[in-house]
């Protein structure tokens, strides 16, 4: 049984991110506001190194590895981002990094995997096993296994850019957060809870994917078939083993938003926030736009803006 | 004689648009430093309200309104974002604003100054002289001119953005600005003559419409036909007898960039930097791209990121 990351532990990986990772910016749009009904403060994780709060897990836990381990090697499977976060701490760091892939990954992220100096193995997402894949390179050849959410470290790690938030603006109301296997919203929920305990936290999965609500309401984690959804990001088929206690103890509640909901909040981050946000970094604002309280603070993360442009182009241009 | 600007009216400014305006972020990508061979530093003006520079000038120039002028109100004309900023200024302020706009300018930008809700007054940018008809509205109605770009309150609030950049990085050994008619290359100028003396200030141009490299190398204000080029908040055609002498004075050089640059750049700053940019707000980039002395520290100035979606897409699908 591997222990449940704690505040204490967001705070050791803030410090060791530190000079390695963005402290990305927080937004503001009044016009935003206004729409919504309430002061929303968007984390722009899309503006984090290689695109994505991912960097900040990858880079806290390959910067706990032991001298053999950096020595041997670290391997990930990944459905993008991870994948390229654990290759830039990699190479930062100087530890070789394998990265299990599905085959129809975005170009652009496979793309900028092989770009940061790892080695890129592909699979099939629908008919093999990336864990299976995982945990038989780290056997054969020595490497240490970094899962994209359910390690104790990338936890923490990805608990960082809430910590951020909160130290930046103070105390929020609510905090909407995409949630694929997690990682970002158990470790944003224990952020939240120590600098400002009242907020609520809602994780926001993509309709055709909503494992964890479904673990939640059944009191155990359920898998589901793999999703068929424009959030690429959180085609994530069940909850961890570590990340579903926190979850279950620490969400107010777990929403949804559709792929056409996403592809709208896409169109008014690039019109009104000026910015690149992927399907996936969406989730948070499209759930906030529906359901945030009136009036109130509110905290939006924005997880990564990885997006192929011709896909970008042909979302926004409706 | 109007006096010039300099760089205590500089501070003033920035004193006058604290808690009105966003301090908005500095971005910097290493992928980005690594292709230029230098270190660049982005002053992003494309989050700034309204989605540009423009309204740290407007808000400058309308915050020093006698009670009199208030009451009147404003006019002013401009191809797009300056008319924007005088709307929002004006509602901030509970001043009315009339505005001036070509029949072509961007729908978005069009939408956005009623959305304000000042009155709009169209005209023929290829057969009507706009400074005419701001003059004579300002006549009848009694309003107070305020022109986009040669006006003290105007130049000194633009400064703002590179005394922002200065205070946020430190020295810079150069700094790219777009250049229009000189408003915000002018205040930059004066900013960075102050906070670091010894920087290179070059002013970019439309390849397509180069009147102010042409006034400087004449050694007086040329005068151009309106140019065709997709940088439209650069579609000036002569500098402004305030600007002029400033930017005769201080900027190192005037370089140009192409439309097809301009598209590129927009392309990197989605794709990697994860920002929308209009084309006007890539001059600054697609000349450091090309010309940024290597490996020094360079500021890049960013003006704005209001450009129609549908276009946006267009342009970045390649």
Same mark, same amino acid.
């Given at each position: 049984?591997?222990?449940?990351?704690?505040?204490?532990?967001?705070?050791?990986?803030?410090?060791?991110?530190?000079?390695?990772?963005?402290?990305?910016?927080?937004?503001?749009?009044?016009?935003?506001?206004?729409?919504?009904?309430?002061?929303?403060?968007?984390?722009?994780?899309?503006?984090?190194?290689?695109?994505?709060?991912?960097?900040?897990?990858?880079?806290?836990?390959?910067?706990?590895?032991?001298?053999?381990?950096?020595?041997?090697?670290?391997?990930?499977?990944?459905?993008?981002?991870?994948?390229?976060?654990?290759?830039?701490?990699?190479?930062?760091?100087?530890?070789?990094?394998?990265?299990?892939?599905?085959?129809?990954?975005?170009?652009?992220?496979?793309?900028?995997?092989?770009?940061? *100096?790892?080695?890129?193995?592909? &699979?099939?997402?629908?008919?093999?096993?990336?864990?299976?894949? /995982? #945990? @038989? !390179? $780290? =056997?054969?050849?020595?490497?240490?296994?970094?899962?994209?959410?359910?390690?104790?470290?990338?936890?923490?790690?990805?608990?960082?850019?809430?910590?951020?938030?909160?130290?930046?603006? *103070?105390?929020?109301?609510?905090? &909407?957060?995409?949630?694929?296997?997690?990682?970002?919203?158990? /470790? #944003? @929920? !224990? $952020? =939240?809870?120590?600098?400002?305990?009242?907020?609520?936290?809602?994780?926001?999965?993509?309709?055709?994917?909503?494992?964890?609500?479904?673990?939640?309401?059944?009191?155990?984690?359920?898998?589901?078939?793999?999703?068929?959804?424009?959030?690429?990001?959180?085609?994530?088929?069940?909850? /961890?083993?570590?990340?579903?206690?926190?979850?279950?103890?620490?969400?107010?509640?777990?929403?949804?938003?559709?792929?056409?909901?996403?592809?709208?909040?896409?169109?008014?981050?690039?019109?009104?926030?000026?910015?690149?946000?992927?399907?996936?970094?969406?989730?948070?604002?499209?759930?906030?736009?529906?359901?945030?309280?009136?009036?109130?603070?509110?905290?939006?993360?924005?997880?990564?803006?990885?997006?192929?442009?011709?896909?970008?182009?042909?979302?926004?241009?409706?």
């Amino acid at each position: 049984m591997i222990d449940a990351p704690t505040f204490a532990d967001v705070r050791a990986a803030a410090d060791r991110i530190r000079g390695h990772a963005h402290r990305t910016p927080v937004l503001t749009s009044r016009r935003v506001d206004d729409e919504v009904g309430a002061q929303l403060f968007f984390k722009c994780e899309n503006l984090q190194r290689m695109g994505a709060f991912k960097f900040r897990g990858a880079f806290n836990a390959l910067s706990r590895f032991e001298e053999e381990q950096r020595r041997n090697g670290v391997v990930a499977y990944s459905s993008g981002n991870h994948a390229q976060a654990i290759a830039l701490a990699g190479r930062i760091l100087g530890i070789p990094a394998t990265i299990v892939m599905p085959h129809d990954a975005p170009a652009s992220k496979i793309a900028a995997t092989e770009g940061y *100096g790892a080695t890129v193995v592909r &699979y099939d997402r629908y008919t093999e096993d990336r864990e299976a894949i /995982g #945990a @038989a !390179l $780290a =056997a054969e050849r020595g490497l240490t296994l970094i899962p994209p959410y359910d390690h104790p470290d990338v936890i923490a790690g990805q608990g960082t850019a809430t910590l951020e938030l909160l130290e930046d603006v *103070g105390e929020l109301d609510a905090l &909407y957060l995409p949630l694929g296997g997690g990682g970002l919203s158990s /470790g #944003a @929920a !224990l $952020a =939240a809870r120590a600098l400002s305990p009242s907020c609520q936290v809602f994780g926001v999965e993509p309709e055709a994917g909503d494992d964890v609500r479904q673990s939640i309401r059944s009191g155990r984690i359920v898998h589901i078939p793999a999703p068929s959804t424009i959030a690429d990001g959180a085609q994530t088929q069940h909850p /961890g083993e570590i990340t579903f206690p926190i979850l279950q103890r620490e969400l107010t509640d777990v929403l949804t938003a559709t792929d056409d909901e996403l592809v709208d909040a896409m169109r008014v981050f690039a019109a009104t926030l000026k910015i690149v946000v992927e399907p996936t970094g969406c989730l948070g604002f499209a759930a906030a736009r529906r359901a945030a309280p009136a009036g109130k603070r509110v905290g939006v993360l924005i997880s990564g803006g990885n997006v192929d442009l011709d896909r970008f182009a042909a979302l926004i241009a409706g």
